[in-house]
């Protein structure tokens, strides 16, 4: 892959196509009901961070658990093998009692639901302050123009930059109408005496790996030089890479699930874990840029994703060279902070039938002096069957303000594959199971805020939306760029 080749960013509940048959009970890593985009599972970052390599199991690497099982249901859903999103429920769960004891008891909810795992007593993932108590509201904001409580609202109501970030799910109307009525009635204190029934778990990551034979699950985490956990400075929005070998070695394996490690929430605010082409220097850390030459995502996490099962049959491809675990912390303690965050990754010796790769969509025409919008169009080479496009992954940089991708059918219909907001801070995938036929084509628009320049730096800019696909390398249009590129070079 060339020097162009940078940042990918996999990640988002995976669904079955309505047009040709799919293996069943695929796992939506955020408890998303299937087919919808709010199964999201990665929130992107630009540079990268140090990793370590263990096997589950032991010092054999032998896979841990049993199947893989459901991902607990979305804010107030269930668990299921496609658990699906809910409502808040009516009241706070006992456990929040003391820390919401001054807030009416449906606004306690709905803040415990939808804001506790970041804004909760101690603030977590980089969160700037708690929203636990009536007085946090009240606050003045930074500016000293407005409360927290104006924020809020402002946040909850923004289709740009969200809250909560994606890939958790918007407030539903009702959430939404409970908490800005209290806070645009001056947010008063009141007491909440009901110790009530458990809602929903925003923290619910898979717990389980894929067991069989043939399959080892492998920790690879942040470490210093030693093996010992990261040292996190007090360096604002630090950007840190973790490299290593690929652990399986020169075999050929296909990667079946990862779900996330996370030890220190004071600290870590997301990862990416890139499939480099290019070899390594193995258990090696250092600083990192916005770019990633010559390297592909894997998957990422963010605050609310849960993980990624593929379906049965179904097998990624990470048939790189090296990897690189790029960690993005905030740690705002005061002190070096110890972390041994990262990713569980399981892959299989049994290779499965069916491969799927990461492909390129987008452009890199893009000269943009005042922003507007950049178009590139994949017209494949490849496509003599059907294609599976399972999951797709917006990426711009700073000036990036929404992608959407088309599919123009070969009898003349349109479709959407994507239509999304973006934001540079919280990248996320969607769940888009969508089959391609022979003839069909795909325009890719991204519209930018400002200035917009092709190039690798943050400071430029991208257009690519990343899709995973199968059969491997069908949505290829012969680019000499890189490997399954589709952006017409």
Same mark, same amino acid.
């Given at each position: 892959?060339?020097?162009?080749?940078?940042?990918?960013?996999?990640?988002?509940?995976?669904?079955?196509?309505?047009?040709?048959?799919?293996?069943?009970?695929?796992?939506?890593?955020?408890?998303?009901?299937?087919?919808?985009?709010?199964?999201?599972?990665?929130?992107?970052? %630009?540079?990268?961070?140090?990793?370590?390599?263990?096997?589950?199991?032991?010092?054999?690497?032998?896979?841990?658990?049993?199947?893989?099982?459901?991902?607990?249901?979305?804010?107030?859903?269930?668990?299921?093998?496609?658990?699906?999103?809910?409502?808040?429920?009516?009241?706070?769960?006992?456990?929040?009692?003391?820390?919401?004891?001054?807030?009416?008891?449906?606004?306690?909810?709905?803040?415990?639901?939808?804001?506790?795992?970041?804004?909760?007593?101690?603030?977590?993932?980089?969160?700037?302050?708690?929203?636990?108590?009536?007085?946090?509201?009240?606050?003045?904001?930074?500016?000293?123009?407005?409360?927290?409580?104006?924020?809020?609202?402002?946040?909850?109501?923004?289709?740009?930059? +969200?809250?909560?970030?994606?890939?958790?799910?918007?407030?539903?109307?009702?959430?939404?109408?409970?908490?800005?009525?209290?806070?645009?009635?001056?947010?008063?204190?009141?007491?909440?005496?009901?110790?009530?029934?458990?809602?929903?778990?925003?923290?619910?990551?898979?717990?389980?790996?894929?067991?069989?034979?043939?399959?080892?699950?492998?920790?690879?985490?942040?470490?210093?030089?030693?093996?010992?956990?990261?040292?996190?400075?007090?360096?604002?929005?630090?950007?840190?890479? #973790?490299?290593?070998?690929?652990?399986?070695?020169?075999?050929?394996?296909?990667?079946?699930?990862?779900?996330?490690?996370?030890?220190?929430?004071?600290?870590?605010?997301?990862?990416?874990?890139?499939?480099?082409?290019?070899?390594?220097?193995?258990?090696?850390?250092?600083?990192?840029?916005?770019?990633?030459?010559?390297?592909?995502?894997?998957?990422?996490?963010?605050?609310?994703?849960?993980? #990624?099962?593929?379906?049965?049959?179904?097998?990624?491809?990470?048939?790189?060279?090296?990897?690189?675990?790029?960690?993005?912390?905030?740690?705002?303690?005061?002190?070096?902070?110890?972390?041994?965050?990262?990713?569980?990754?399981?892959?299989?010796?049994?290779?499965?039938?069916?491969?799927?790769?990461?492909?390129?969509?987008?452009?890199?025409?893009?000269?943009?002096?005042?922003?507007?919008?950049?178009?590139?169009?994949?017209?494949?080479?490849?496509? %003599?069957?059907?294609?599976?496009?399972?999951?797709?992954? +917006?990426?711009?940089?700073?000036?990036?303000?929404?992608?959407?991708?088309?599919?123009?059918?070969?009898?003349?219909?349109?479709?959407?594959?994507?239509?999304?907001?973006?934001?540079?801070?919280?990248?996320?995938?969607?769940?888009?199971?969508?089959?391609?036929?022979?003839?069909?084509?795909?325009?890719?628009?991204?519209?930018?805020?400002?200035?917009?320049?092709?190039?690798?730096?943050?400071?430029?800019?991208?257009?690519?939306? #990343?899709?995973?696909?199968?059969?491997?390398?069908?949505?290829?249009?012969?680019?000499?760029?890189?490997?399954?590129?589709?952006?017409?070079?």
């Amino acid at each position: 892959m060339s020097r162009l080749s940078v940042l990918l960013l996999l990640a988002g509940s995976i669904g079955c196509g309505s047009s040709s048959p799919e293996p069943a009970n695929p796992v939506h890593p955020n408890g998303g009901s299937k087919g919808t985009a709010s199964g999201g599972s990665a929130a992107g970052g %630009t540079t990268g961070g140090g990793a370590g390599v263990t096997s589950s199991g032991g010092s054999d690497g032998t896979a841990t658990g049993g199947a893989a099982a459901g991902a607990a249901g979305g804010t107030g859903g269930t668990a299921g093998t496609n658990g699906s999103t809910g409502g808040s429920g009516a009241t706070p769960s006992s456990s929040a009692s003391a820390a919401y004891s001054d807030i009416p008891c449906n606004v306690a909810a709905v803040l415990q639901n939808n804001c506790a795992s970041c804004h909760g007593a101690t603030p977590a993932f980089g969160a700037p302050m708690s929203l636990t108590r009536a007085a946090d509201f009240t606050k003045k904001a930074k500016d000293g123009t407005h409360t927290i409580g104006q924020a809020v609202i402002t946040r909850i109501n923004d289709d740009q930059t +969200p809250m909560p970030q994606p890939p958790n799910a918007r407030l539903n109307a009702a959430d939404n109408s409970t908490l800005a009525t209290w806070i645009q009635a001056g947010a008063k204190a009141e007491s909440c005496s009901t110790s009530a029934a458990t809602t929903g778990a925003p923290d619910a990551v898979l717990t389980t790996d894929p067991s069989g034979p043939g399959i080892t699950c492998y920790d690879i985490k942040a470490r210093d030089s030693s093996g010992n956990k990261f040292s996190v400075p007090t360096t604002p929005d630090l950007y840190h890479l #973790f490299y290593y070998a690929p652990p399986w070695g020169t075999t050929k394996v296909h990667m079946i699930s990862w779900r996330p490690i996370i030890d220190n929430k004071a600290v870590i605010h997301h990862w990416l874990f890139y499939n480099s082409d290019a070899a390594v220097a193995d258990k090696t850390d250092a600083d990192g840029g916005g770019a990633h030459p010559n390297a592909q995502l894997t998957c990422g996490w963010a605050p609310g994703g849960r993980g #990624f099962v593929l379906p049965d049959g179904i097998g990624q491809d990470v048939s790189g060279a090296g990897f690189v675990l790029e960690t993005h912390y905030n740690n705002t303690t005061g002190a070096p902070s110890p972390d041994s965050s990262g990713v569980r990754v399981c892959v299989t010796t049994n290779l499965r039938p069916k491969e799927a790769g990461i492909h390129w969509l987008g452009t890199e025409l893009i000269l943009l002096p005042a922003g507007g919008d950049a178009v590139g169009t994949c017209t494949p080479t490849a496509v %003599t069957g059907p294609v599976n496009i399972l999951a797709a992954t +917006p990426h711009m940089h700073l000036q990036g303000r929404r992608m959407k991708t088309i599919i123009n059918r070969k009898d003349g219909t349109k479709e959407t594959l994507l239509d999304k907001p973006f934001d540079f801070n919280t990248q996320i995938g969607y769940d888009t199971p969508t089959v391609i036929m022979p003839g069909d084509t795909l325009t890719t628009t991204c519209t930018y805020g400002g200035a917009a320049i092709y190039g690798e730096g943050t400071k430029n800019e991208m257009c690519y939306n #990343f899709v995973l696909a199968y059969p491997n390398g069908a949505l290829s249009s012969g680019s000499f760029l890189r490997k399954n590129g589709c952006t017409g070079l």
